[in-house]
């Protein structure tokens, strides 16, 4: 298929990280371990906050949301990177490439809500906690977790359906290790000023509005915790908040540095090193970032370690 003496791209060919093949088998080892360790690490955390009454609050109800969409998140990207390392055929379809982006864009936006709703949840929790029972509501937080995926499958069609009414043609070889807007818009033979100020908008919209929101309810939880008499009550107040920040800085930080910034100055090198922790290293920090400084989680651990345990 040719547009004018072009062949239009219908498949890619993905490099990934090297080229070297014992580099490639070391590389393999190396991220089908943090893929195991992720599965599991967010399985057990949302499995624990499923099964331990204890963990039955508002809170964990939002943490094992966003664990379970860390287990969906690195499965989009961590296979096909396992692919590339262990195989010579590195090739991937345009709709292999399409569906692939599909689906990172999905979990990419819903985490970005699930963000502001855990957020939000923090921000009753310290400015009201008298009024936090009522109004943090089984139904209430069920529709803010089922509106974040909504929110994420709409950004989602979106976002595709702009990026892949494009056409690609020249080279097919994308050095990268995932289908991402950066390297797409460079082997682009359209014209992309419409579609990156498209792109800006829905980016842009939801990511800054997100983190704007995100920030002002930061704003109030630190006036409510100067507010706090006792040095205790502070500390207490800010730990509550800690895992999370540590979360939101990570997650919009690698995004922000990509997708901010115009194509034009695109680097292969740090655009790699910012996409792994979106991609691999985000969603292997997450269930550690909420268990290890957690003692409800801990606790709720060692007693299902206990129960599994054989009778004597």
């Given at each position: 298929m040719e547009m004018e003496n072009r062949t239009i791209l219908t498949e890619f060919i993905l490099v990934g990280f090297t080229s070297d093949p014992q580099l490639q088998l070391i590389l393999f080892g190396i991220f089908l371990i943090l893929y195991l360790v992720t599965l599991s690490g967010n399985m057990t955390l949302v499995?624990?906050?499923w099964t331990d009454s204890r963990l039955h609050t508002p809170m964990y109800f939002f943490?094992?949301?966003?664990?379970?969409?860390?287990?969906?998140?690195?499965?989009?990207?961590?296979?096909?990177?396992?692919?590339?390392?262990?195989?010579?055929?590195?090739?991937?379809?345009?709709?292999?490439?399409?569906?692939?982006f599909f689906f990172s864009c999905v979990v990419a936006y819903t985490e970005c809500y699930l963000l502001e709703v855990m957020a939000y949840d923090r921000h009753v929790a310290i400015c009201s906690p008298l009024l936090y029972s009522g109004k943090m509501s089984r139904s209430l937080c069920t529709g803010l977790v089922l509106g974040s995926y909504f929110g994420g499958l709409l950004n989602a069609i979106a976002h595709t359906a702009n990026t892949f009414r494009l056409k690609f043609c020249g080279k097919n070889i994308i050095d990268h290790f995932l289908c991402d807007v950066p390297p797409l818009i460079k082997m682009s033979c359209t014209d992309t000023q419409?579609?990156?100020k498209v792109l800006l908008g829905v980016v842009g919209f939801t990511v800054l509005s997100s983190l704007f929101a995100i920030l002002i309810f930061?704003?109030?939880?630190?006036?409510?915790?100067?507010?706090?008499?006792?040095?205790?009550?502070?500390?207490?107040?800010?730990?509550?908040?800690?895992s999370h920040l540590i979360s939101v800085t990570l997650f919009y930080g690698s995004m922000l540095f990509i997708y901010s910034k115009p194509s034009s100055a695109y680097s292969l090198a740090s655009n790699k090193v910012a996409s792994l922790f979106y991609t691999v290293l985000n969603p292997l920090l997450n269930p550690l970032i909420y268990s290890m400084r957690n003692k409800d989680v801990k606790e709720a651990f060692r007693k299902a370690l206990h129960t599994l345990q054989p009778q004597r």
């Open positions: 499995i624990l906050i943490i094992g949301n966003l664990s379970f969409l860390d287990f969906w998140y690195t499965s989009v990207y961590t296979p096909k990177i396992l692919a590339i390392c262990a195989s010579e055929d590195k090739h991937m379809s345009l709709a292999g490439c399409g569906a692939q419409v579609y990156e930061y704003f109030n939880i630190l006036l409510a915790i100067l507010r706090i008499h006792s040095a205790s009550g502070k500390c207490k107040a800010f730990s509550a908040c800690a």
